[in-house]
C-alpha cells in the first residue's frame, strides 16, 4: 500500500468516525427532548395524583362527583363538582354547535370550491385566529360580543355562558378547518372524477364521496377541537364569569373548571388547605377528560382511516 493510499484510508476512517460521532450526539438529544417530555407527563400525574389522594381523605368520592353545590373558600364548604363539570360542558356544547358546522362547511369550500387564489388567501387568514392570544379573546367577547348580545337579549347578565361559548367556537374554528380541509384534501382525485364519470352532480361527489372518504380526519379534528375548547382558561374566565351554578340557560353566569383553577392560583386559597388541594383534584379530572378525548380520537382516526395507494 502507497503512502497515499493509507493516508486516504486513514481520513475516510477518521471521517466515518466522526460521521457516527455526530449521528450518537443527535440521537441522543432527540432521546432526550422526548425523555423530558415522558419524565414531566409522569410528574404531573404524580403530583395531581399525590394531592388528590390527600384530598379525599377528608372528602368522600361520592360527595365530590355527585355533589351540586361547590363552595369550596367559605363556610359551610361544599365539595360537589358538578356544577364546574357542567359549566365546562355548558361552554364546550355550545363553542361546538357553533364552530363544527362552520368549520367542515369552510373546509369543504376550501378542498373542494375554492380556487388556488381564494385558498392562499383564506386559509393563511383562518390559521391566523389560531395565533391570537386567548386573553384577546376574552376581552374581545367581554368589550365587544356580550353587549351585542345584552342588545338583542336584555336579561342576559354581563357574564355568560353565551358570551363564553361563542368566543371559544371562534377560537377553535381554525382547527376544525385546517384539519378537516387537510383530511379532505388528502382524499385522491381518481375517486372525484369517478363519481362525476358515473353521472354525480358536484353536491353529490362532496357529500357522498369525498366527505365520507375523509370522515376519519374530520371526526378527530372534532374532538381536538372539543379538547381544547374543555380546557380553554383565559377567554371563559374573561367572558362567562366566576357563578358556580347548574342552570339550563346560556344567560347566566357559570364557571368552567378552568376558570376555576385560575382563581385558586391567584392565590385565594391559602396553600396546604382543602381549598387548596381542590385545585389539583379539578386539575385531575380535567386531565383525565382530556386525554379521554384525545385517546379517542386517535382511535377513531386509526379505525376509520382510508388508506389509498
Known sequence: ???DTYQAVQASNINKRSTRWAEFLIQSGLGLCALVSIITTIAIIIILGKEGFS?????????FFLGTRWVPLLEPQSFGVLPLVW???LVTF????????????????LSEYASDRV?????????LLAGIPTVVYGFFALTFITPLLKGIFPDIQVFNALSGAIVVGIMVLPMIATLSDNALSAVPQTLRQGAYALGATSYEVTTQVVVPAGLSGVMASFLLAISRAIGETMAVTLAAGATPNISLTFFESIQTMTAYIVQISLGDAPAGGIAYQTLFVVAGLLFV??????VLSQKILMRYQEVYD
Not at 384530598?55 to 360527595?63: G, K, L, M
Not at 377528560?289 to 384525545?294: A, E, H, P, Q, Y
Open 1 to 3: 500500500m502507497t503512502t
Open 289 to 294: 377528560i382530556t386525554l379521554i378525548l384525545n
Open 94 to 109: 355550545g363553542a361546538a354547535v357553533i364552530a363544527i358546522p362552520i368549520g367542515l362547511a369552510s373546509a369543504i369550500y
Open 119 to 127: 385558498r392562499s388567501i383564506v386559509k393563511p387568514i383562518l390559521e
Open 55 to 63: 384530598f379525599f381523605q377528608h372528602v368522600s368520592p361520592a360527595e
Open 87 to 89: 359549566g365546562t360542558l
